[in-house]
């Protein structure tokens, strides 16, 4: 049994408990693989391990390893910051964008997603903590965000997604993750009808769990600390 698979089984242990505590079903909540910086033999393991979805977060690392791992069927995700001369690719190449944060990225990514490709499911970055130097709207700003981007064409809106600051304890945690949960009914009530609320990483996904999440981000529990991109 390889590390990764190892890891693998203790991330989704995990993942179980915290469904328990919560009173919730496992098959609630997605495992999000965060494959960054890692190689395409580490994504190799983790799927032979039995995992499917891959989040990336740099555009050119991420397409090198979805053209060489187009034989495995896998799922990808876009979750990092994406700049309008990056969007083409991200279209061409990703089946999830988790980081939509302004109306001109969700137009590109609309206008130039091929024809013969599924629409692209696609989550709005909310910025919880509305620090000034983080990605995404401001909660107040999510719903005309979202209504704007569910009205293109080859975009399907799946939900929210929301990286806030690291908490000291459960109870800090689930107090963000709990505003975030707000933001994400707020849009459902607005008419939305969305199915996805990604919150929750290596360090907190039991918090995340806790207050609603239907995706957790896990990379470092998975694969092991990063390798810098230079």
């Known amino acids: 049994m390889t590390m990764i698979e190892k890891n693998l089984q203790t991330v989704q242990s995990r993942l179980a408990a915290a469904c328990r505590e919560a009173g919730r079903a496992g ?7 965060v494959s960054k910086t890692f190689g395409a033999d580490a994504v190799t393991q983790a799927h032979a391990a039995g995992q499917s979805a891959f989040g990336e977060n740099y555009i050119q690392e991420a397409v090198q390893k979805i053209t060489a791992l187009r034989h495995l069927g896998l799922q990808w995700h876009c979750i990092g910051p ?6 083409r690719l991200v279209a ?22 091929p024809g013969h490709l599924p629409p692209l499911q ?7 903590d509305g620090g000034a130097t983080k990605s995404g709207v401001l909660p107040q700003e999510a719903l005309a965000l979202a209504q704007q981007v569910a009205a293109l064409p080859k975009l399907r809106l799946r939900g929210i997604m929301s990286i806030p600051e690291p908490e000291p304890d459960f109870a800090a945690a689930c107090a963000v993750f709990a505003s975030i949960k707000a933001v994400f009914d707020s849009l459902n009530a607005a008419g939305l009808a969305l199915d996805t609320l ?3 990483m290596s360090a907190d996904l039991e918090a995340a769990i806790h207050c609603g999440s239907t995706m957790v981000r896990v990379g470092t529990a998975i694969f092991g600390g990063r390798v810098k991109i230079p």
Do not use: H, P
């Open 92 to 113: 061409e190449y990703f089946d999830w964008v988790q980081t939509v944060d302004r109306l001109k990225i969700a137009q590109r990514l609309s206008e130039q997603r």
């Open 82 to 87: 994406i700049q309008s001369n990056k969007t």
């Open 122 to 128: 696609v989550c709005i970055q909310v910025n919880a």
């Open 198 to 200: 990604s919150m929750g």
């Open 27 to 33: 098959s609630e909540v997605a495992l999000l693989a």
